[in-house]
């Protein structure tokens, strides 16, 4: 589970512009559902997820993460609980690699290399035997229907397979917590679709997801467990 | 499992493919940088070589030589005054030397003719140089004719021709006998070209040098231990000026390889961004651009060495036989030996594989260390 | 599945172990070379004693150059008629277009009979 406490977010904090991204945003996002921001773009969704996924520091306020799984600092046993706003950079790359898997807006994969060795990017710097990498990079890809494309470079795959790329990444380090950045922007109705589907599996398996959206597709989803809206930075409604 | 290097093989592993996205280029800069390596390493390895030469062989040259200045230029010197030299305390011996210069019309280029005293030579039969038989194309039992003063031919029997492996001291000499000498200069009686002087302690040279110079003002002592200065100067001055050149060379390519390697595109800090984003730290990001300096830069710092070290030791630095033959007719083709010291080695190193691997690394610092938000945030 | 890929890193590794190998292989040469260069150079030092040579045969073209420890000290144009001085001035002044009896007359000059 995540708790966040009166997280406030400022862009250019003393200088003559200062700009509150997210205002006093105390929320908890439960394990093993699907939560989603909802909200007008500029209403603080992306800023929050950076925020949620140690990527930034709020300004002020506490974010806790709970039962966390083993293996992610030598000093945290597994389902302990941290706090992460205080934490040194490099503990919170480490929280980050095992924790959160990220699908981005714009996919940012990296172009002209293999899709196979996008998807096991994040894995290397952990320091993981690379053919069990390699091996569980093909097996997540074979299982999102991308193992025609193993050797394809990036730039040749069509939106839909982008981002199952892109989701075959995000997991290849198998994090709790999956978070997605506006998935369905640049999809047609059926791959948005067939997305919700893909994280209704994901939530099946045990895995918490966390998705921005101002798709009616997503946030009016059956699956959709807790849609919380944004705007301006704070939370309006939680229905 | 989890080694330690693994998380090095994994991040060369993506330097490498990083690399080959771009072929071409990262090809041809390596290419560049080869040959950078292997022109400088080439020019150490053959200075370095030649010095040791002079060093090793001339050690056995004359203690000291004496020559005689008229009017501020060396002339034959009186054999008397071999005696009075001979009679200055420490002096162990003194030998008239009998040689000069004979520019040969036919091939154009300039023999060094001697008299050898040591081993006699028959009467109208000369020892040559390889260099010599080679311009005159000439083999043992031939005959060469050389004009003598007068313009009158004199006829020689090629007696024997020394040693290739001793090329690099003999290449262009003509040794005959002293009384063959005399007539084909015109060189009376009684003269020598120089005096060369044994001493008994090397220690008590310049004492002996001082002394000649006080019975015969006219006489110029040159000592041993100059004569090696002058090696040590001359290969300093010719590699030296190489070096500029070559320096400047290298000084042109670390400003390509700056603007080249490190013209940190959008795309790049773009890829630095999704790459922090999906969990890599600063270090990790660093020690993925160490990786694609030092592969290109390791790479080519071992095969222009290898390249170098056969070139100047399996070909006798053939590509700077031009530079190196500059006016001169007769090339003498010695065969170095190889000298090889780990300082020099090392001093290479620095100066190619270093500025290249920094010019990569620095300006990623700032990029490396960008938020890992930033990627979002596009 | 294609079955796991050789990695680029092992082929980059066993290529530059090869170059490194290559490179030990290189210095060990150049140690045996000296070894036996002992016996070279012994011949040429018994030649350098009995002759009482002073200058290696390197450049043959002047005085100065093929024997610079007996040149005078300031030793320009005075030997091979094509050999240029070492001084700066010697890349700025031309050598004589026809310095002996030997060599042809420029042809821009007049031909005498």
Redesign the interface.
Known sequence: MIELVQVVKTFQAGLATPFTAVDGVSLSIPEAQITVLKGPSGSGKTTLLTLIGCMARPTSGRIHLHRLPGNVLPQLQAGDSVEITSLPERFLTAIRRRTFGFIFQQFNLIRGISVLENVMLPAYPTGEDHRSVEARAVQRLESLGLGRHLRASVERLSGGEAQRVAIARALINDPTVLIADEPTAHLDSRLSEDFMALMGQFKAAGKTLLITSHDPIVHGSPLADRVVELRDGQIVAEP | ????T??Y??????A???L??RKGRNLSLTGVYTLVVFVLASLIFFVQA?KR??R???????DM?V?RLVA???DPILAAQAEAIRSIRGVLEV?P?LWG?Y?D?AF???L?V?A?E??PIAADAVWI?Q?VARNMRVNEGDLISLRAYDGLPMLFLVQKI??T?????????V?MAPRDVRSLFHFPEGLAT?L?ITAGNPRELPTIAAKIVERFPDARP?LKA??LR??EA?FD?RGGLMVVVLGSALLSFVIFAWDKATGLSA?ERR?IG??K??????S?VLLLKFWEGT?VS??AF??G??LA?VHV?FFSARLFEHA?K???????RYRL????DGYQLTVLFFLTVLPYTAATLVPIWRAATV???A???? | MAGPSVRKSSIYLSLTGALAVLFLGMLLHAKVQAGRAMNQRESNTALVRSLGLTDLCIFTEARYTRHPAMADRHAAFQDHPMGLDHFPSGSLVAPPTFPSPHARPHPALPQHP
Not at chain 2, 56 to 62: C, I, R, S, Y
Not at chain 2, 165 to 173: K, M, N, Q, R
Not at chain 2, 375 to 378: F, I, P, Q, V, Y
């Open positions: 499992m989890r080694a330690p693994q998380r093989r994994n991040i060369l592993d993506f490498l493919s990083s080959l996205r030649l030469e002079a090793e062989l001339l050690v056995q040259a004359p030589v020559q501020g230029r060396h030998r030397r210069y520019y019309p154009g280029g300039n060094t001697m050898n040591h081993e140089g260099g020394l040693p492996e001793s090329e690099l001291v003999s290449s262009d000499l040794l120089d060369a040159i100059e004569l002058t090696y001359v001055w795309e890829e999704i790459l984003s999906i969990g890599w730290e600063s990790d592969v390791l790479t071992l095969s060495i290898l070290y030791f190196l500059g006016w001169s007719v007769l090339f003498p030996l190889p000298a090889l938020d890992p938000d990627a979002m945030r596009t």
